[in-house]
């Protein structure tokens, strides 16, 4: 399922035919009844030269696609690249707003002695680290290395169990569950992602799902996007289709590996329902789910960009609302700016994918290349009539050259459209996934090691609660 070289198998096996055909009812004896090569053509040249003329025409035509699928690939990763600086500076800029006043870290510029002296201890507790510690470090990365250590530094430390009931130490972070953290006289604490956290979060993954969701869809007309809620920490989404529960692969009818084989031969597997019911097994998943409200709103909108531009409206003025009251903190107008010009940075990768899945790989050259790649397969059984002796050799010769040319052609059809051509297609939910476990660092809050121990302790309010201790 895929693989150019099984598409080119029966073209090959028709030259073959051809071959043999030929080699029956044409008569190749002379008067003396001796056995002699055929003289159709006198010189390979004669049939070389076309040969050479549609091997220009065919690794054109593979350049190209494989040009089209990398600049898809680079346009989508461009375009989320963008997206996510805007989720990471707007968390970045909110927790220097007056809401974290009393959780966040102290500052160097304002305790600049302070800040000195913990540089200065901090560098000399790494150095004071003896050579048997380093050694006993390097034992629970590389086991291996006991044997040769052992013996000069003595057997390692045994590390003794985490107590019941005993908050981590400042810089371990256990079962934080994707909340962010601050530090509490000397401990780790979690904090509770705030509403503008959440919400941003939220609406940088429902655009890039969005973008992901036009693209694939293509020319698909009435079709309602398949949107999930992201639970993070889950199983990647899985590239190869196939590699699919049969169950999930029963949604768009390929529960079978073998008929799924022979549709995809005839190419049935690219039909509009085939594709409608692939992309509803294989929903887009968003950092807390899509709305009612939501959706009906996207489908409402005419267009793959029309839809794409009502999610960035949606962000751009949310980062103007809370910019406005005051969210994004004493931040300069001219830094907030950024954030709309990665959002037009973003949306210029998206045009840039839309380029491609919209206009298709011109019709004239595909249909010539198309044309004398059939050519080619009545050529190449006559040339080696005419110069291979071995009937047998002739007959594997034709089927080897024929399926060099037909099976470069299949895989120009298949990179050519990079977002439809399952399964060598872009994997859009794999992309998706990682983009939302990325903007889930939103959800982080301060480093742990910007609290300094003698730091007072952090007034709390109701926004912040413990963290559950230590896994029992």
């Known amino acids: 399922h895929g693989s150019a070289a099984a598409r080119a198998v029966m073209p090959s096996i028709l030259s073959v035919c051809i071959y043999f055909i030929i080699l029956k009812y044409y008569d190749m004896t002379i008067d003396d009844g001796t056995e002699n090569k055929w003289d159709f053509v006198d010189h ?14 065919l690794v054109f035509r593979a350049n190209f696609s494989y040009n089209r699928y990398w600049e898809a690939a680079t346009s989508i990763h461009q375009m989320q690249s963008k997206w996510m600086d805007v989720g990471i500076e707007m968390a970045a800029f909110h927790l220097t707003s007056s809401r974290f006043e009393l959780v966040k870290p102290p500052t160097f510029g304002e305790n600049s002695e302070k800040g000195r002296s913990y540089f200065l201890n901090k560098k ?36 003794k169990p985490a107590k019941k009931n005993q908050d981590p130490p400042l810089g371990e972070v256990t079962d934080m569950d994707h909340a962010g953290f601050y530090c509490d006289n000397g401990k780790i604490r979690s904090m509770k992602p705030s509403p503008f956290i959440l919400e941003a979060s939220h609406l940088v993954s429902l655009l890039s799902a969005v973008a992901l969701a036009t693209l694939r869809n293509g020319d698909l007309e009435n079709i309602d996007f398949a949107f999930d809620e992201h639970v993070p920490g889950e199983a990647w989404p899985a590239v190869d289709p196939d590699a699919l529960t049969q169950k999930v692969r029963e949604e768009y009818e390929e529960a079978s590996r073998v008929m799924t084989f022979i549709k995809y031969l005839f190419g049935v597997t690219r039909s509009e329902k085939h594709r409608k019911l692939y992309f509803s097994a294989r929903p887009m998943k968003v950092l807390g789910g899509v709305s009612n409200a939501e959706r009906k709103l996207l489908n409402n909108a005419r267009g793959p960009s029309a839809k794409v531009c009502l999610c960035l409206l949606w962000l751009q003025a949310f980062i103007s609302r809370e910019y406005m009251a005051g969210s994004t903190g ?109 903007l889930l660092i939103m959800h982080s809050g301060f480093n742990p090691d910007s609290y300094w121990a003698d730091n007072a302790k952090l007034q709390l309010g109701e926004l912040f609660e413990e963290t559950s201790v230590s896994k029992a």
């Open 44 to 57: 390979p040249y004669v049939i070389g030269a076309v040969m050479a003329c549609f091997t220009f025409l």
């Open 330 to 438: 004493s931040v300069a107008p001219p830094i907030i700016s950024r954030l709309f010009q990665f959002t037009s940075d973003g949306m210029l990768g998206y045009n840039q994918s839309r380029k491609i899945a919209l206009i298709p790989f011109p019709f004239a050259h595909a249909q010539l290349t198309a044309l004398f790649t059939a050519v080619i397969g009545v050529l190449v059984p006559i040339l080696n009539l005419s110069f291979v002796n071995n009937k047998i050799f002739g007959g594997v010769v034709t089927f080897l050259t024929v399926m060099v040319f037909t099976g470069l052609h299949e895989v120009s059809r298949e990179l050519e459209s990079p977002f439809n051509n399952a399964p060598n297609d872009l994997p859009l939910n794999t992309l998706q996934a990682l983009f939302n476990e990325g």
């Open 124 to 159: 000399r507790r790494s150095m004071d680290k003896s050579l048997k510690d380093m050694a006993d470090d390097l034992e629970d990365i590389y086991p291996s290395w006991q044997s040769r250590l052992g013996t000069k530094f003595g057997s390692p430390k045994q590390k």
